[in-house]
C-alpha cells in the first residue's frame, strides 16, 4: 500500500513537473511572438504553434541576419516616409511598393526572400510585433 502512494505521489509531481514545464514554454513564446503566437495557436493548436515556431527559429539561427547600416537605413526610412505619404493617393500602389521595400529590406538584412510563403514566417522570428 505504502509503494502505490509513493507511485502516485511521484506521478503526480513528474506531471505537474510537464504541465509547469509547457505553459512556462507557452508563456515565453506568447511574449516573444505576441499576437503571431496567438494566431497560430487559434489556427493550428498550441502544440503544432510551438513546434512551427521553434522550426522558425532554427530557420533562422542558419542564416546571416546582419543589422543595416546608418546609410541603408537612412534611405529605407525616406522611402518608406515617402510611400505614406503616396498611401493616401494611390493606396494600391503604395501598398505594392512598400511589399517590394519590405522584401528589399529583408534581402538586404540577410533573409532568404525568394520563398515569399516563407518570408512572413521567417520575419516574425524578429519582427513579430510588427508582422
Same mark, same amino acid.
Given at each position: 500500500?505504502?509503494?502505490?502512494?509513493?507511485?502516485?505521489v511521484?506521478?503526480?509531481?513528474?506531471l /505537474? $513537473? #510537464?504541465?509547469?514545464i509547457?505553459?512556462?514554454?507557452?508563456r515565453a513564446?506568447?511574449?516573444?511572438?505576441?499576437?503571431?503566437?496567438?494566431?497560430? $495557436?487559434?489556427?493550428?493548436?498550441p502544440r503544432?504553434?510551438r513546434?512551427?515556431?521553434?522550426?522558425r527559429?532554427?530557420?533562422?539561427a542558419?542564416?546571416?541576419?546582419?543589422p543595416?547600416? /546608418?546609410?541603408r537605413?537612412? #534611405?529605407?526610412?525616406?522611402?518608406?516616409?515617402?510611400?505614406?505619404?503616396?498611401f493616401?493617393?494611390?493606396?494600391?500602389?503604395? +501598398?505594392e511598393? $512598400?511589399?517590394s521595400?519590405?522584401? /528589399?529590406v /529583408? +534581402?538586404?538584412?540577410?533573409?532568404?526572400?525568394?520563398?515569399?510563403?516563407?518570408?512572413?514566417p521567417?520575419?516574425?522570428?524578429?519582427?513579430?510585433?510588427?508582422i
Open positions: 500500500m505504502a509503494v502505490t502512494i509513493i507511485v502516485i511521484i506521478v503526480v509531481v513528474l /505537474a $513537473a #510537464a504541465v509547469g509547457l505553459l512556462r514554454r507557452q513564446l506568447q511574449q516573444r511572438f505576441g499576437p503571431e503566437y496567438d494566431r497560430l $495557436a487559434a489556427e493550428v493548436g503544432r504553434a513546434s512551427e515556431l521553434a522550426e527559429e532554427r530557420r533562422i542558419q542564416l546571416d541576419i546582419r543595416l547600416s /546608418a546609410e537605413r537612412a #534611405a529605407y526610412d525616406t522611402q518608406w516616409a515617402t510611400l505614406q505619404e503616396q493616401i493617393d494611390t493606396p494600391s500602389r503604395a +501598398a511598393a $512598400a511589399d521595400l519590405v522584401t /528589399a /529583408a +534581402a538586404d538584412r540577410g533573409y532568404q526572400v525568394a520563398d515569399r510563403e516563407r518570408l512572413l521567417d520575419l516574425s522570428v524578429y519582427h513579430a510585433d510588427r
